[in-house]
């Protein structure tokens, strides 16, 4: 897939901060990567399991073709982001009870990029956004009955890097389980390497 000039930029600096101190010197089990970071981990069985459903659950979830530029497809994806934060959100529930699981983390990273996104759509809804820079900063009176073109590219382009961050989340995720993730055709999966413009670097 291809990646477009990210409109922001996710900022995971405390927790990828934090899991980065915590495994420091570890040299055992799987390693996974995330921005900034790698981290050598062991998963349980536990983790293992909730890893393996994860991947088969969310490799259902087409978050559709980002090149897709209509009012409707906006929708669907807000509908089908908003479901696969609640499976994500369930099965960080199920992780409670283990400390310092990366598992968990890596559940909560995709959680949080999530997050953002919407924060940053929602933001998208109510103002205008110039050619140029960032957000705009007059105020639309009510919801614009379609989107701004400029703010419907924002968006686009936005949604494609929130694709990429989770179909890589998702390849650790996979690590963890010893899987491949299966049902995600050619054309919508991303290599492994992280953008990492998209990220604000960690300190």
Known sequence: MRELKPPFRFDLRQLLGSARRKVAGRVEGV???LPFVSLAVQAVDLERQIAREVVLRLADRRVLNAFE??????????????EIRGILLDRRIELAKLDNSPLALLLEVMLESIRQFLTFEQRLEHYGLPLEGGLAEHELRGPPPRRLQSSQQAYF????????????????????????????????????QWQLEAYVPLS
């Open 157 to 192: 382009a936005g949604l494609e890097m929130l694709r990429a961050h989770l179909h890589r989340c998702l390849n650790q995720v996979a690590a963890m389980a010893g899987m491949q993730i299966p049902k995600i055709p050619a054309h919508m999966r991303y290599n492994e």
């Open 31 to 33: 390693t996974i990567s």
């Open 69 to 82: 530029c209509c009012d409707g497809c906006i929708r669907d994806a807000l509908t089908s982001l908003q």
